[in-house]
Structure formats: C-alpha cells, structure tokens
C-alpha cells in the first residue's frame, strides 16, 4: 500500500542494547512526526520534522533518543542504552503540511526492553 | 494534572444506544481540539475537528466548551463497529504541529 510503513513493527531488546526504528512516510509528504504512547496512555510527541529538517525535538525523553531523515524521506528514530521505560509503540506520521492533524499515522514500532 | 484528561473507561454500551464521554484541558491558550479513535493494537486516525459552535458527522456530535473547557463526543445508534478508544486531542498553543493527547476512553459496544 501507499502508506506510512514502519519497521520492524516489534521488537524486543535487551536492556543496554541500541535498537533503530525505520520509518518509510509517504511519498512527497514533507512532514514527518515520531510519537511514543506508552500501554494506556495517549500518544506523546518526541520530534517534527520538515523535510530533512529537525524543526523540534523538544519531546525527545533524554539524550539516548536521536533522530535523523538525512534525504527528506526517510527517518530512523535511534534509542542507546535502552532502558525498561523504554518500553511503548512508537508511532511516525508524514503529512503534506506541517499541521499535524493532517498526518496519517504507521501502524508502529512495538518496543520491548527486557 | 495532565494537560488533557479523560475518563479511561471502559463504557460499555448495548447496540444502538447513545453515548456521550468528555474530555477536559487545563491550557486555556488551546485553540483546536479533535477526536481520534484508535482501534486495538492500530495506529489513530482522525475522527474529527471540534469546532466552537459545535458539528456534527453523520452519528457523530462534537462539541466545545470554552468557559468550562471541556470537549464532549456524542455518539448516536452505536453500532459494534464503534467499539475503540477515542483520544481527545488538543494543538499546543501557538504551535500548529504539536498535539497534546488524552490518555483515550474506551468504548466496547456489545449486541
């Protein structure tokens, strides 16, 4: 389909361990949105980007979240060093504009630190 | 004290009723305000904008209230298909990217 892709959509890691969550948005959508929502819990922004552009990263938990889209397109959410608090799916939007009530969501990274 | 709060549920509801669940803010600087719904394990999609005099969307009733900020959903001759969580959401003050999100409240509908 032509929709936000995500991958993988689990994974389970071992505390300490650096995991990468992709997302492929889509096509000609210029911005793009991670998200973290834990079990229960409404979605939580982390980060905004514009094209390849970090317009925000205000929401990022602390300095072992860091995400990139180096071409525009793509975009790779890196956590180091997880830890259990880790723990959530977390979701990326692309949208044409920058309201994000416009994006269309993936369906999510499910992550587990064990 | 959260920025956005709702009743985490569940409402159960037999098919056909009405149902009505609120959602309120604290952040009076809150300007837009929306309802999503999420189905189990999905990602949430767009249910609808709440506009200040209120809308309407086939079953669906949004309305605002500024003076007791608070946001209401009403849902007419539910159907099983409207089982879900439905998240009130609102855009940060100022900002036109940045959602605040409810925690959601969660809806089964049963026959």
């Known amino acids: 389909g032509a929709g936000v892709s995500q991958s993988p959509r689990y994974k389970v890691a071992k505390r300490g361990q650096d995991v990468a969550l992709r997302c492929d948005p889509i096509?000609?959508?210029?911005?793009l949105f991670w998200y973290q929502q834990a079990l229960g819990q409404g979605p939580e922004f982390l980060t905004y980007?514009?094209?390849?552009?970090?317009?925000?990263k205000s929401g990022l938990p602390s300095d072992r979240f860091f995400a990139e889209r180096p071409e525009g397109s793509v975009s790779t959410l890196k956590i180091q060093r997880t830890q259990q608090e880790d723990s959530a799916v977390y979701l990326c939007?692309?949208?044409?504009?920058?309201?994000?009530?416009?994006?269309?969501f993936g369906q999510g990274t499910r992550l587990t630190v064990v | 004290r959260k920025e956005v709060e709702q009743d985490p549920g569940p409402f159960n509801v037999p098919e056909g009723a009405t149902v009505a669940f609120n959602c309120t803010y604290s952040?009076?600087?809150?300007?837009?305000f929306f309802w999503y719904r999420q189905d189990c394990r999905k990602e949430p999609k767009l249910l609808m904008s709440?506009?200040?005099?209120?809308n309407e969307d086939g079953r669906f009733t949004a309305q605002l209230n500024r003076a007791s900020q608070y946001i209401s959903l009403l849902i007419r001759d539910s159907k099983l298909s409207d089982s879900a969580t439905y998240l009130c959401?609102?855009?940060?003050?100022?900002?036109?990217?940045?959602?605040?999100w409810g925690a959601g409240t969660k809806l089964i509908i049963k026959p």
């Open positions: 959401v609102s855009l940060l003050g100022g900002s036109n990217y940045q959602l605040i």
């Open positions: 939007a692309s949208g044409l504009q920058g309201t994000s009530t416009e994006a269309f």
């Open positions: 980007f514009q094209n390849e552009a970090q317009l925000d």
């Open positions: 952040n009076s600087a809150s300007q837009s």
């Open positions: 096509s000609g959508h210029v911005s």
């Open positions: 709440v506009y200040s005099s209120g």
